[in-house]
């Protein structure tokens, strides 16, 4: 015992060997928090504490899976094999399964998963023949699932005032009607769904104290991962079971609580000192993972939180690169910099491999311009926790209809959209589409083109319903021959009613396919600007698809599978490390979230969940923030996040102007970006604003106000309104770069600039926009 114990430092020691009550060990980033626990559950096995009397509590089945297999290295692993370690859902399924007479369940109840509930709830909408639009099953299963996690039942609801004027103020006075009928149809099918493993336990050991006993005297020890992140369910199982004997441990971070939107409340690790009287606290403070500046310039930042257990972390490594701060123009330049940046990193660190490297986001659809910048520079990369943006449903639907509009005959478009959003054409329909068109050898849309030719069985309504969208398609097909793709996009998101359908989806799966809606109506202008600016007389929607294509390639050497640039949300990132992190996005709205500006509590939390971002870093952390990035259908002016402010300038490496920029006081910055997105018109226009606007651009600009260009046929030099080779200038997109060569004559007029992070662009002057550098 003493053997493996001498591997710990003084203070992961001394939160193993206490076992005589409740004990809160508050684990710094990257300061061993798993190791304290594995081996405090070894050392509790060594002092003949019998397996199954302990209870261990994880969030996650990989987490328990590692620490059995570590615990099995330093016992015996049949020890291990007692153990009542796994998932607060798994565990309490377990129990569930012994105890589900006391609830009227069958032991072999099923588990629906979030798939199997929302199934049921469009169902239980539809029976009740409510409008599916203003009753969107995935917000109908985020209320219930909120208020199982509040521990709040179906009747509980009911008798609520305050949720059922909320209710009435959203325009859904019948979603405790829904609840109800959903909770009364599982139990009928003798199903619990994951809410409810946590609900009924509660009202398992509420109700019945004599099984509430039994596992208190059962279960003589317990220990909780990641505590912080518990919620009010969880929190309240685990004090019952715990609160007569004390012997509880529980493991986390207070900095690192970033979960309160899936219910989990920070008060919990906060006020455990209260909850249990005699607690002792330890503090693992040594930082293993990163440099002495990453850990430095974390600690910095969250010491503005009021909110938190008081702790000091330390790192005993070199001091490494300070952190890097860049401010780009533009979204489009920060992903094009992000992906120089790491080549040039492997370029002076040979022993980095694409691995090492990983760019965080606040929200996935800022990913969209990064997939396409590491795929233009040939840098793998793969969507941790997620999907490719261009694999996300909503945007496949999207692409779908684009597809279906260039070529009707498209079977997995049609496939796709023919129901979507809901127009009443079910998958009853569908399947005699396919049976008609198999058996007259032709596409689908044929038959649905003209249904009695093909002796289509189905009624009058749906017919009807088929030819709604049949000529809602043909309407998309006559524009696409006349109009541009920015302006063919436009009508079909908008005509489809999809944009409508996200933006009143205020869950949080509704908000996230919103925003990536927004993303890729942004890619969009994006993509029809930069072909503008190249010189296209038009651009189609053909062009796009092609481009779409060749993004959406997944082909890959699986030989290299695991050596890959890694993309992720912060939230997805909390628990992994590596060598060198981008953390983009750093503005205003943005990192902080615009939903958190009210709340001071929701202000600390975004504050934590930076931390959490910094401290994945071991060796090299970079910052960016962009002034302008197109969000919520506008480019909007990026401010940076007062985020920054709150890190320790001695610890960031930052040329002297973006330390000024960064001192520019927040309410001018408010006052110009309101009367910049009052000016902006909607999503679509081709009209752009000149970022930064007039009075934040230095005076060494002069923007180009007129062009006028005339080929010398003795030197071919172009002189273009006084450009020549040479000059520097500037692109509100592409930032700053020279040129290097002119092209062509009169309004063909192009300039060839070679831009200091977003390569050679080839740039008709007449749409180009560019301003001299001075």
Known sequence: ????????????????????????????????????????????????????????????????????????????????????????????????????????????????????????????????????????????????????????????????????????????????????????????????????????????????????????????????????????????????????????????????????????????????????????????????????????????????????????????????????????????????????????????????????????????????????????????????????????????????????????????????????????????????????????NVSPWTVLSDPLEYALAINSGTANKLQQFKEMMLSFQEKNTTMSLDEIADAIIKETGIVSLFAQDTSVEGQSKFENVQELIKGILEYCEIKREEGAETVRLTDFLAEVALLTDQDSDKDQEADKITLMTVHAAKGLEFKNVFIVGLEEDLFPSMMSKDSSRALEEERRLFYVAITRAEENCILTYAKSRFRNGKSMIGIPSRFLKDIDPVFLDAPDSISKERTVESDGFSRERQRFNRDEPAAFSSRRETLPPEQTVPASYRKLSKISSQVSASSGVLSIDGLTVGTRVRHDRFGEGQITAFEGEGGNAKAIVQFDNSGIKHLLLKFAKLEVIQ
């Open 1 to 440: 015992m003493k053997e493996y114990l001498d591997q710990l430092n003084a203070s992961q020691r001394e939160a193993v060997e206490y076992i005589d009550g409740a004990s809160l060990v508050i684990a710094g980033a990257g300061s061993g928090k798993t190791r304290v626990l594995t081996y405090k559950i070894a050392y509790l096995l060594s002092r003949g504490i019998p397996p199954q009397s302990i209870l261990a509590l994880t969030f996650t089945n990989k987490a328990a899976r590692e620490m059995k297999e570590r615990i099995g290295l330093l016992t015996e692993p049949e020890a291990t094999r007692r153990l009542w370690m796994g998932t607060f859902h798994s565990i309490f399924a377990r129990i569930l399964r012994f105890e589900a007479a006391h609830l009227g369940y069958p032991s072999n109840f099923t588990i629906y998963d979030a798939a199997d509930s929302k199934s049921l709830i469009k169902s239980i909408i539809k029976g009740m023949q409510l409008d599916d639009k203003l009753y969107r099953a995935g917000m109908v299963q985020s209320r219930i699932s909120n208020a199982k996690n509040a521990l709040i039942t179906c009747k509980a609801y009911e008798q609520s005032k305050e949720l059922v004027e909320g209710d009435i103020r959203s325009k859904v006075p019948l979603i405790r009607e829904i609840y109800k009928r959903y909770q009364s149809r599982c139990f009928q099918a003798g199903a619990m769904d994951f809410d409810d493993l946590l609900l009924q336990t509660n009202i398992l050991f509420r109700d019945h104290p004599e099984v509430l006993n039994k596992y208190r005297n059962f279960f003589q020890y317990i220990l909780v991962d990641e505590y912080q992140d518990t919620n009010f369910a969880q929190h309240l199982i685990v004090l019952r079971l715990s609160e007569q004997h004390n012997r509880i441990c529980v493991v986390g971070d207070d900095a690192q609580s970033i979960y309160s939107f899936r219910g989990a409340n920070i008060d919990n690790i906060l006020q455990f000192k209260s909850q249990y009287p005699g607690c002792r606290i330890f503090k693992l403070e040594r930082n293993y993972r990163s440099t002495r500046n990453i850990v430095d310039a974390a600690n910095s930042l969250i010491h503005k939180n009021e909110k938190q257990i008081e702790k000091k972390v330390y790192s005993e490594k070199e001091p490494g690169s300070k952190l890097g701060l860049i401010s780009l123009y533009s979204d489009y330049e920060e992903a094009y910099t992000v992906a120089t940046k790491i080549l040039a990193l492997r370029r002076e660190n040979r022993s980095y491999n694409y691995a090492d490297f990983a760019v965080l986001y606040r929200t996935n659809a800022q990913s969209r311009i990064l997939e396409e910048a590491l795929r233009k520079h040939g840098i793998p990369y793969r969507i941790y926790g997620g999907l490719s943006f261009y694999q996300r449903k909503e945007i496949k639907d999207i692409i779908s209809y684009f597809r279906l509009v260039v070529n009707p005959h498209d079977e997995e478009a049609l496939k796709r959209v023919i129901n979507f959003p809901a127009r009443g054409i079910g998958n009853t329909t569908l399947s005699k589409l396919l049976e008609a068109a198999t058996e007259y």
